[in-house]
């Protein structure tokens, strides 16, 4: 696996690309609560489609993630690169599978939103914006900045709530974890859900409203940031030769369609 001296990922600085900035110009503008109420009542009553889990990775092939300053792969592509090295680790099968699925989300952007709705880091809104967030100064420009209920020392949350409780910006974590939430044990469930959550997963912002469970999740969200990472090399998997092993890991956890 690729270190930090082979390439410098999540490279959030003045070289970073222009796309990449106008990204998170908008994405700290938008992501509300109000937003983020909206999008969850639109998409959480899970009548889009019934689909199988591969069918949905198959979708990722027309997506780029315009946020991503470290490749230009499709999503099944980055999906395959991260549960492939997981795989060559020998870790559990359900840790394989979170590899597979975990950017399965991302087909929002296929429903006509843009991909600051979509893609990127995620973090909790309600409360003060931490400055471990990348390009925090363009929460300037966000509306819940002037309300001082989003902006005391919790906001509208309290030490120890617990990370369940807490609404994070809309994305494809939070959207994945709701439509996979029945089928896989706890600690894939958070690194689904919080695995773009890189202010608390590697600065350790809002730990102040963490409970014990998120505690005993931190490990494995963070045990999983490495795959998601540093495997985004040039050297594309082949779909169609790793399919029927995935199939086959597909099949023991998810039944041959769900609700998304």
Aim: charged fraction near 20%; aromatic fraction near 14%.
């Amino acid at each position: 696996m690729p270190s930090l001296d082979d390439h410098k990922y999540r490279d959030y600085t003045e070289t970073t690309s222009q796309q990449v900035r106008e990204f998170y110009r908008a994405n700290h503008r938008f992501q509300t609560v109000e937003f983020g109420e909206a999008q969850r009542d639109k998409y959480l009553n899970h009548t889009y489609a019934k689909m199988g889990i591969w069918e949905a990775l198959e979708l990722l092939n027309t997506v780029i993630d315009e946020s991503d300053p470290d490749t230009e792969f499709s999503q099944i592509q980055h999906c395959l690169q991260t549960s492939e090295a997981i795989r060559a680790k020998g870790h559990p099968r359900w840790f394989i599978l979170v590899g597979l699925i975990h950017d399965l989300g991302k087909i929002l952007c296929l429903r006509d939103e843009p991909q600051w709705a979509v893609t990127g880091d995620t973090f909790p809104v309600g409360c003060p914006y931490s400055d471990k967030i990348v390009f925090s100064e363009f929460f300037a420009a966000n509306p819940d900045l002037n309300n001082s209920n989003y902006q005391s020392e919790f906001g509208i949350y309290h030490a120890g709530i617990g990370l369940d409780h807490v609404m994070m910006s809309w994305g494809h974590d939070e959207y994945c974890y709701q439509v996979v939430k029945n089928y896989l044990p706890a600690p894939a469930l958070a690194i689904i859900r919080y695995h773009s959550f890189y202010p608390w997963h590697q600065d350790n912002a809002y730990s102040e409203l963490m409970n014990d469970h998120d505690r005993k999740m931190l490990p494995s969200v963070q045990a999983f940031q490495p795959f998601d990472l540093y495997t985004k090399h040039d050297l594309p998997p082949n779909v169609e030769q790793l399919r029927p092993f995935y199939e086959e890991l597909i099949a023991e956890f998810f039944p041959a369609q769900i609700d998304w």
